[in-house]
């Protein structure tokens, strides 16, 4: 069965880095392209950031463009989060996302704080 595994959340200050994993199994994981979405509490999940199958395309958001980056390891079947100059308003859950086969699927979700 398809399953997504992210980790790597944590709390953090203002200006501080995270680095996120997401840990694919169950699907070809180097077939499938990879996106990162937020969620905070109450408001619909938003779009991070887009990774192509090989690694080649990325794409971000506005609001993390320059401060992000996503990468991806297919041999180890994980996708990675990179997170730096990080800002209050990057506070959210964080859930990796793969579609497989007309299918949607998400991880469990990892919790990212930042605060002074």
């Known amino acids: 069965q398809v399953q997504l595994v992210e980790s790597g959340g944590g709390l953090v200050q203002p200006g501080g880095s995270l680095r996120l994993s997401c840990a694919g199994s169950g699907f070809t994981f180097s077939n499938n392209a990879i996106k990162w979405f937020r969620q905070t509490s109450g408001k619909d999940r938003e779009f991070v950031a887009y990774i192509s199958p090989s690694g080649g395309v990325s794409t971000y958001s506005g609001s993390v463009e320059g401060r992000f980056s996503i990468s991806r390891d297919n041999v180890q079947e994980r996708v990675y989060l990179q997170m730096n100059a990080l800002k209050p308003e990057d506070t959210a859950v964080y859930y990796c996302?793969?579609?497989?086969?007309?299918?949607?699927?998400w991880g469990q979700g990892t919790q990212v704080t930042v605060s002074s």
């Open positions: 996302n793969a579609d497989v086969l007309l299918s949607r699927y």
